[in-house]
């Protein structure tokens, strides 16, 4: 991906999947990445979940992983569309299916969700995004007419050296498609009523904390759980870490319980 902060591993730029096996092989994990990142944030992820014998897929939303400019050229509903198809793909083979998700990953779930209803079993997001404030945002239509892309939002991780592997700008058109989905997918909230989990990092410059204070207040879940992360670096990278680690060991109790 030549307008990537860092160069990603080789193939973590593309689709991932990977079948489980053990007790846990017919529990399928969707995980959906955020705004101009890429599924090789989520495969720290995928890989620690699918050695605990889950079956996990990561989808390349559409205008990622490429270049910025692809994501001048979709519309929002691309990105629930795509990530539908895996999870079509696991309710045939699974028992259930969870959806785990990354910033804008969250709002592109939250249509999955709509769609799917009682079949997924629960949503897991990590610092997710719901809405973008400021009178800027009104703009934005006819800004992106005339101006292509601005300083890239994505990547600001706590860890020196870690990247998300995200593209170094934001397109614009691509930032008035995904204000779009976050209205649409706000307005859906209260409709959901997935069994769900939500951490936020107290280090993220990039989502403020209304963001999943929205979630936790409007989302019709019964079962709702918010834990805050002292020490997270928003990229998968970070779960190779201890504190990361007990982290997912959290996100394991969650999906033992609702076995």
Same mark, same amino acid.
């Given at each position: 991906m030549t307008s990537a902060r860092m160069e990603a591993p080789h193939g973590w730029l593309s689709d991932f999947a990977a079948d489980g096996n053990g007790d846990n092989a017919k529990t399928g994990i969707v995980l959906v990445h955020g705004f101009t990142g890429s599924p090789a944030a989520m495969r720290p992820w995928a890989h620690f979940?699918?050695?605990?014998?889950?079956?996990?897929?990561?989808?390349?939303? &559409?205008?990622?992983g490429t270049k910025w400019q692809d994501l001048n050229?979709?519309?929002?509903? #691309? /990105?629930?569309?795509? +990530? $539908?198809?895996?999870?079509?793909?696991?309710?045939?083979?699974?028992?259930?299916?969870?959806?785990?998700?990354?910033?804008?990953?969250?709002?592109?779930?939250?249509?999955?969700?709509?769609?799917?209803?009682?079949?997924?079993a629960g949503l897991v997001f990590v610092n997710p995004m719901i809405t973008i404030k400021?009178?800027?945002?009104?703009?934005?239509?006819?800004?992106?007419?005339?101006? &292509?892309?601005?300083?890239?939002?994505?990547?600001?991780?706590?860890?020196?050296?870690?990247? #998300? /592997?995200?593209?170094? +700008? $934001?397109?614009?058109?691509?930032?008035?498609?995904?204000?779009?989905?976050?209205?649409?997918s706000r307005a859906k909230l209260p409709e959901i009523k997935a069994p769900f989990m939500i951490f936020h990092s107290v280090d993220d410059h990039v989502l403020p904390v209304y963001n999943t204070e929205i979630y936790i207040d409007e989302i019709g879940s019964e079962q709702k759980q918010r834990i805050e992360l002292a020490h997270y670096w928003q990229n998968g990278e970070a779960f190779r870490n201890m504190k990361s680690q007990s982290t997912l060991i959290q996100i394991l109790i969650f999906l033992l319980i609702l076995r």
């Open positions: 979940l699918n050695e605990r014998g889950y079956t996990v897929r990561v989808p390349r939303l &559409p205008g990622h050229e979709v519309t929002w509903q #691309e /990105w629930p569309d795509r +990530a $539908s198809k895996d999870v079509e793909e696991l309710l045939q083979k699974c028992d259930r299916v969870f959806v785990f998700a990354l910033s804008m990953g969250g709002a592109t779930s939250i249509q999955v969700a709509h769609r799917f209803g009682s079949k997924i400021g009178p800027a945002q009104y703009f934005l239509p006819l800004i992106s007419k005339f101006i &292509p892309k601005l300083k890239a939002v994505g990547g600001d991780i706590k860890r020196p050296g870690s990247s #998300e /592997w995200s593209y170094d +700008a $934001s397109p614009l058109k691509g930032v008035v498609q995904l204000r779009k989905l976050l209205l649409d």
